[in-house]
């Protein structure tokens, strides 16, 4: 069975605090992505990747970066926390398609992390 | 141009009434149509998704219908069951050269007993 595992379910940090969300896939996944979900406003993309050492930016990705070392593993950083980044984040992941196109491929999500930024 | 407007925001069902899910969009360049169900304490997964060359798609008892000319689909659950209450989220992509969807807002959906 796919898998997206998040390190942590529920994460409470104080402002100014460097914080690391990790996540794996072990689906041999070229794309993975990050979202943050907020009530009201739905799934935003902060940044994704679509192969080791790559990253693009999302929609809305002030304040954090990311790092993708190894293919299987995508990390988000909140570099210097603040209270307004406090929401649900989620990791997901995508076989991409062998004819490179982009926008159908199914989305494999993690379960999430809360994060409290306090 | 590139939102896509999700309503309503909440729902309740009695048990096997039909929920009926609406999103809008105003970028003709989206080709592709997802629903995404989200359960509590769990991530969105894929539930169906349409393409516009068809009108609907029908999964179970889950249908999408695809209105081209409004710019509108929706998600028809019939016989809606308590254990369809979740989260469901429309979405929209272009399948040539871009990356990434773009989600609606959500729609909690509560089906009773």
């Known amino acids: 069975d796919v898998k997206v595992t998040q390190s942590s379910r529920y994460l409470v940090k104080r402002t100014g605090e460097k914080v690391f969300l990790e996540c794996v896939q072990d689906m041999d996944h070229e794309n993975m992505f990050w979202y943050r979900q907020d009530p009201g406003l739905g799934l935003r993309l902060i940044y994704f990747?679509?192969?080791?050492?790559?990253?693009e930016k999302g929609d809305i990705p002030e304040g954090y970066s990311v790092s993708r070392e190894k293919k299987e593993r995508f990390s988000l950083i909140l570099e210097s926390a603040s209270t307004n980044q406090t929401s649900m984040y989620l990791c997901?992941?995508?076989?991409?398609?062998?004819?490179?196109?982009?926008?159908?491929?199914?989305?494999?999500f993690g379960s999430g992390t809360q994060l409290s930024v306090l | 141009q590139q939102q896509v407007k999700q309503s309503p925001q909440s729902l309740i069902v009695q048990k096997g009434g039909i929920s009926i899910i609406n999103c809008a969009y105003e970028n003709t360049a989206f080709d592709y149509f997802p629903w995404y169900q989200q359960f509590p304490g769990k991530g969105p997964a894929l539930l169906i998704a349409i393409r516009p060359d068809v009108s609907e798609k029908k999964e179970g008892r889950f249908t999408i219908s695809f209105n081209k000319s409004a710019k509108q689909f929706s998600l028809h659950i019939m016989d809606s069951q308590p254990g369809d209450s979740a989260t469901y989220f429309c979405a929209a992509s272009i399948t040539s050269g871009t990356y990434k969807y773009i989600f609606g807002t959500g729609t909690r959906l509560k089906v009773l007993a």
């Open positions: 997901a992941s995508s076989q991409r398609d062998r004819g490179l196109i982009w926008g159908n491929e199914k989305l494999f």
């Open positions: 990747s679509y192969d080791v050492k790559m990253k």
